[in-house]
């Protein structure tokens, strides 16, 4: 495996991102007939437009969720429980967690009835969604050091493409047409203690948050032609995956690339300032 020889230069700086909560909207299901959702305790829906509880739920019990009228309502037993509003949240009285596609989701749901069918969003805290992020996009048993590059490459993806989807009622989508997303139940110990450990950090290029591109391998060299324009951070590099081949578009970090770069001894920061050329890191402020 050839060596690499690269000088860290870390510049933190204080970002102001225009969300202080730093909240992100992830896309569940479009143009759906159907949401099975759920709490792990007792919860609650909420009317967007009166802020008024439309229905409780109980614990660990399931609701089917339907486009009806114009409106939202439960369906049970063939019959229909109007709930007299087009877009409600659903959210735990206290800390907990929320379903729907058989999974268990941080944050809450919101849940909008759009031209007769459904749209389940996901209402999270960016550091939450993005522990639902690292372990669908990297297996968890790879190295720290290589997790870790993986959740500041996604937290600067997320940043730099909020309102990608605007379109369709929120920020990115949960497949990776923007980032693969399993929800809190795809979380492990490990993933979430890289997500920790890099708490706030991106990257940015010219004091801007990059959009930090990766696939699985490259199969030997990266891509430099981003979707027809090229990029200033990226260049063309050795991927150190060759025996993988070439899975996903190349551009940006290889992870299969950056797990053998970790198991060389080499750290996140280190990482990433090979895929991505003359980047500085930054932390995101409060």
Do not use: C
């Not at 069918?117 to 969604?129: A, H, Q, R, S």
């Not at 992020?133 to 490459?153: F, G, N, R, Y």
């Not at 090229?230 to 991927?239: D, I, M, T």
């Amino acid at each position: 495996m050839k060596k690499i020889l690269i000088i860290l230069s870390i510049l933190v700086l204080n970002i102001a991102f225009t969300n202080p909560s730093h909240a992100i909207k992830i896309g569940l299901l479009t143009g759906a007939d159907e949401a099975g959702v759920g709490t792990d305790i007792a919860g609650r829906m909420i009317s967007v437009h009166t802020n008024r509880t439309v229905a409780t739920t109980e614990a660990l019990k399931g609701y089917v969720l339907v486009p009806y009228n114009g409106e939202i309502a439960v369906r049970s037993s063939g019959k229909y429980f109007p709930l007299n509003t087009d877009s409600l949240v659903l959210r735990p009285d206290n800390d907990g967690f929320v379903s729907t596609k058989g999974r268990w989701y941080r944050g809450k749901l919101m849940v909008k009835n759009i031209g007769g069918k459904l749209t389940v969003i996901n209402d999270i805290n960016l550091e939450e969604y993005l522990k639902g992020v690292v372990p669908s996009e990297m297996p968890s048993s790879w190295e720290l050091e290589a997790l870790k590059a993986q959740a500041i490459a996604a937290r600067s993806y997320a940043l730099a493409n909020l309102g990608k989807q605007a379109k369709l009622g929120f920020d990115l989508k949960d497949n990776t047409e923007d980032q693969a997303y399993g929800g809190a139940s795809s979380e492990t110990q490990k993933t979430n203690r890289a997500v920790e450990e890099t708490l706030g950090l991106v990257l940015t290029y010219d004091m801007k948050i990059i959009s930090a591109y990766y696939s699985a391998s490259a199969g030997g060299m990266t891509n430099t032609n981003a979707w027809g324009g090229n990029v200033p951070y990226l260049h063309s590099v050795f991927s150190f995956d060759e025996e993988y081949g070439k899975k996903g578009h190349g551009i940006g970090m290889s992870q299969y690339g950056a797990n053998n770069l970790a198991k060389q001894g080499y750290n996140a920061y280190q990482i990433l300032q090979y895929f991505y050329q003359n980047v500085k890191f930054a932390k995101l402020n409060d």
